[in-house]
């Protein structure tokens, strides 16, 4: 995570800018900024930021800046929150002008929400699959719809589960993430049985686990300050873990837990890893490895 802004010469980033942490040697291209949904509870990344889309001539300068300065780097990485969102002639255009200016990037890549993706056919992806853009980062966050509701996440599971099948569907890779204590310490193994079932009908390529963490000035930190939310301790994080790997049945992916939000690094290759996977965890409910300190937890 950075945050600045590069006057005249350079690449015109505004704000704070995130990126996946698998994205950390990318040129980061910032197409947008903002989230247009910009409404989940416990999400305070770009409340500081009205969103728009870039204009060409921005971001036709950094493309430019990029083809001067960073041709070390092979990959793209479109922020900010959903860049997916953008009308499907501008991305197209966008992604032309890397395909000219930057012949010698091998990935392009997005964060991307249900909404932007329902806004895009099955043909209009597989275009901006052809034209370079080989990833898509969803915030699948949990497979409860009643959670999904709480969270104002802002569409269903079912819906979710259908985008991210139409993203995969047009050949391009899918990573999702979802969070763990999101539901609340009473609803955590239902959240965990829901997102693992949710997670095994969309079949993703990647699985992040993530942990809440509480962004002050967010309604989820209001709720938990209020006493109204409760966070399921350590150990139940743990026990929610285990219960969505034990729930999710993919083809082939890889799952992890190794984002500093969290207690455990997991790392499994599914199927073949969840076993694996499991004992580890339940090594862990018994004390037999060391979880992460609260004060090395981060997002
Ligand atoms: S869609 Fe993503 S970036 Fe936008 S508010 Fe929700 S979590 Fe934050």
């Given at each position: 995570m950075f945050d600045y802004a590069d006057e005249g010469e350079g690449m015109h980033y505004e704000g704070y800018c995130i990126r996946p942490p698998s994205e950390a040697h990318s040129i980061l291209l910032q197409v947008t900024l903002g989230c247009s949904h910009n409404k989940c509870t416990f999400c305070g990344t770009f409340t500081d930021k009205r969103f728009r889309i870039k204009d060409e001539e921005t971001i036709l300068s950094d493309i430019k800046y990029a083809s001067r300065y960073m041709q070390h780097q092979d990959r793209v990485f479109l922020m900010d929150g959903d860049a997916l969102i953008i009308p499907q002639k501008r991305l197209m255009w966008i992604l032309d002008q890397i395909k000219a200016?930057?012949?010698?990037?091998k990935r392009v890549g997005a964060y991307a929400n249900t909404k932007g993706i329902k806004l895009k056919t099955l043909e209009e992806l597989i275009a901006l699959r052809e034209n370079g853009l080989s990833i898509l980062y969803l915030g699948?966050?949990?497979?409860?719809d009643e959670v999904r509701k709480k969270i104002i996440k802002g569409s269903t599971a079912k819906e979710c589960i259908e985008m991210g099948r139409r993203v995969k569907e047009a050949g391009i890779k899918l990573s999702v993430t979802v969070l763990l204590g999101?539901?609340?310490?009473?609803?955590s193994l239902e959240h965990a049985r829901l997102t693992g079932e949710l997670l095994t009908a969309m079949d993703p390529d990647y699985i992040g686990a993530l942990t809440v963490m509480f962004v002050p000035g967010t309604p989820l930190n209001d709720d938990h300050e209020k006493g109204e939310f409760v966070l399921p301790d350590e150990l139940g994080l743990l026990r929610e873990l285990r219960e969505m790997i034990l729930h999710t049945n993919i083809t082939r992916g890889l799952f992890f837990s190794n984002h500093a939000s969290n207690y455990l690094p997991v790392r499994a290759r599914l199927p073949r890893g969840k076993q694996e996977a499991i004992e580890q965890i339940d090594t862990a409910l018994k004390g037999g490895v060391r979880l992460k300190p609260e004060w090395m937890r981060g997002l």
């Open positions: 200016h930057l012949p010698w990037v699948v966050e949990t497979g409860d999101i539901a609340g310490k009473d609803k």
